[in-house]
């Protein structure tokens, strides 16, 4: 068999395709929670921007509960679309959707009616309790629209739509600022303005999602769970756990760190916080837009038992995670337009302020965000414990290094963020070399991608030219023989895999010379997998079979290769994900 390099072109074309999507999606929706603060900032006033900060944690609780029933629930879905079982996605997509209103509803209706006594308990500054309290009080009646606008926007994008959720979350985010500026401005609401204008925003997003899964090609069909409901709900909180315990430290983070700002450096050092904090969560927007993408398409490849795909992928995940070097430089250089933008007056001391400490802040954020995209590697491959330990490690670090700066004489405190984020990349580096060596198959260190899929895989990019196409085919019949296939089921799925890749050879459009297709076979004891993923003109060749089948005996012999197709293996899908036609085969032994 030729020894022949895979190449990252159609992974890298569709992380390209679904990351465009996500940071568009992720900017527009932070920018759309920035602008209630800079908005409020200019008519309000700073405390205004803190009393929002200082309910944050309250609002990361309702992400995190989002995330444990959502996050969980799609990338389960995103494996079994890439497995063909469109049962288990109906079933799963269900029951999350019940879960989401009856949960999100009596949580958001808790911290609504609760929300005076949580605020008091957070805080000893009357002002800001008191605009605190009328942000959260009217944010959390909504709540479980957040949760549920979240998690449609996973499904949504995870099944090849992520122009969609950007569409909706933009048109949603437009309806935040216009809310934003008739609440605020006009009416004079303030922070009440703010919190109405956010849930606005979930409320669009809602809308239009709902539109498109109604679409006969949405994977998503609602069908009663039944009496697995209490299992889909403990698979989904199992899979969603580890990044529920990342969100949740985070917001235990950011509760312990405005304590210890406020105690050392007052109202002043609160608010220069706050400000640091916004754009730790603007670089969310290509941190999120790389992790979404990295679940969604890193589920499918799971579902496929595609490691080296997996690999692929996160290798140009942190490639790019570069691109944050912009956002540092910006930070760093220019910090002074920061401030404006949330009401600092230039030349003022809290703007000479604000500009040092920015620029010491930016450090933070390349190791930061590397954590982050190895979480997310961690929690795909479904190594739970090492993503829990990792999240716990971080905020850990990142409190205990603020905290120990300021006991440190002569050092400021805000060095103990940079501090904080390169000892857990380091603490990372050293614990998942010493877990890589306990595993009884070769796992890669940092990353924990197993280097040999289970059982037997074939893997290959293969070029536009019938020559290469045959040669690939002669591959797999060897691959196939080498795998102890039984000889009946490996003729028809050579003969499949001839016509289906010379359709693609000579029929797919808009490529270059330099482009190729991906072919990706796995043999274990449940069956034959094949992936067939190319990035020409979409072209459903299931659909094409059967429009040949219903010409038999007439003069258009069009297609009758592909009506050969879907007669020999009944169990084959298409769907065309992330600007890709990508085919799915399942051959029982």
């Not at 509960?65 to 079994?80: D, T, V």
């Not at 289906?500 to 797919?508: E, G, P, T, V």
């Not at 004891?525 to 007439?554: N, Q, R, S």
Request: with cysteine.
């Amino acid at each position: 068999m030729r020894k022949t390099e895979r190449n990252s072109f159609i992974v890298s074309k569709a992380l390209r395709t679904f990351v465009t999507a996500a940071v568009l999606t992720a900017a527009a929706s932070q920018l759309a929670h920035t602008a209630d603060s800079m908005i409020v900032g200019h008519v309000v006033g700073q405390d205004a921007v803190s009393a929002i900060n200082l309910v944050l944690p309250l609002v990361e609780m309702l992400n995190c509960i989002g995330f444990l029933i959502c996050f969980g629930a799609n990338a389960i879905c995103a494996h079994a679309i890439g497995s063909n079982d469109m049962d288990k996605v109906a079933r799963t997509f269900t029951a999350t959707i019940l879960t989401v209103m009856t949960l999100g509803l009596a949580v958001s209706l808790g911290i609504s009616l609760f929300s005076r006594e949580i605020v008091e308990a957070m805080s000893e500054e009357p002002e800001l309790n008191e605009m605190a309290y009328d942000y959260i009080h009217h944010y959390a009646m909504g709540g479980w629209l957040q949760m549920l606008s979240y998690g449609l926007c996973l499904f949504v994008a995870t099944d090849g739509r992520p122009r969609m959720v950007t569409i909706a979350v933009v048109a949603g985010a437009v309806v935040n600022g216009l809310v934003d500026l008739l609440t605020i401005s006009v009416l004079g609401m303030g922070v009440e303005g703010a919190a109405l204008g956010s849930l606005s925003m979930f409320t669009v997003n809602i809308l239009i999602l709902v539109s498109y899964l109604r679409k006969p090609s949405s994977s998503y069909r609602l069908k009663w769970p039944g009496k697995s409901i209490a299992g889909i709900f403990s698979a989904n909180v199992k899979e969603g756990a580890p990044i529920t315990v990342s969100n949740t430290l985070m917001a235990i983070t950011i509760m312990m760190i405005n304590d210890i700002v406020l105690e050392n450096l007052g109202s002043d050092g609160l608010f220069i916080w706050s400000v640091c904090l916004q754009m730790l969560l603007l670089s969310y927007v290509f941190i999120d837009g790389v992790i979404e993408s990295m679940f969604a398409i890193g589920g499918v490849l799971m579902g496929e038992r595609d490691m080296r795909g997996l690999e692929i992928l996160v290798k140009q995940a942190l490639t790019f995670i570069a691109s944050l070097v912009a956002i540092v430089i910006v930070l760093m250089y220019v910090p002074g337009l920061v401030g404006i933008l949330f009401g600092v007056e230039p030349g003022s001391e809290m703007s000479v302020e604000l500009t040092h400490v920015l620029r010491i802040f930016a450090l933070m954020l390349i190791p930061f965000a590397v954590t982050q995209i190895l979480l997310s590697t961690y929690q795909i491959l479904g190594h739970e414990r090492t993503s829990v330990v990792t999240a716990t490690a971080q905020t850990a670090m990142l409190v205990i290094g603020v905290w120990s700066i300021t006991h440190i004489g002569g050092i400021e405190l805000w060095w103990g963020f940079a501090a904080g984020c390169l000892l857990v990349l380091l603490f990372q580096i050293g614990y998942t070399t010493a877990r890589s060596r306990m595993y009884h198959m070769p796992i890669s260190p940092l990353t924990m991608i197993p280097k040999e899929a289970e059982g037997f895989s074939f893997d290959r990019s293969v070029s536009y030219n019938v020559e290469d196409v045959y040669a690939t085919l002669t591959d797999i019949d060897q691959f196939l023989k080498d795998s102890k296939v039984p000889a009946a089921a490996a003729f028809d799925i050579n003969v499949c895999c001839e016509e289906l890749m010379s359709n693609i050879a000579q029929h797919s459009k808009g490529r270059i010379t330099t482009q190729s297709f991906d072919v990706h076979l796995c043999v274990n004891d449940k069956g034959i997998y094949v992936t067939l993923k190319d990035a020409g003109k979409p072209f459903d060749p299931i659909k094409a079979g059967k429009m040949a089948d219903e010409h038999i005996g007439t003069q258009d012999n069009e297609h009758m290769g592909l009506r050969l197709v879907t007669n020999i293996i009944p169990d084959i899908t298409y769907k065309y994900m992330y600007g890709q036609n990508t085919i799915f085969i399942w051959k029982k032994v």
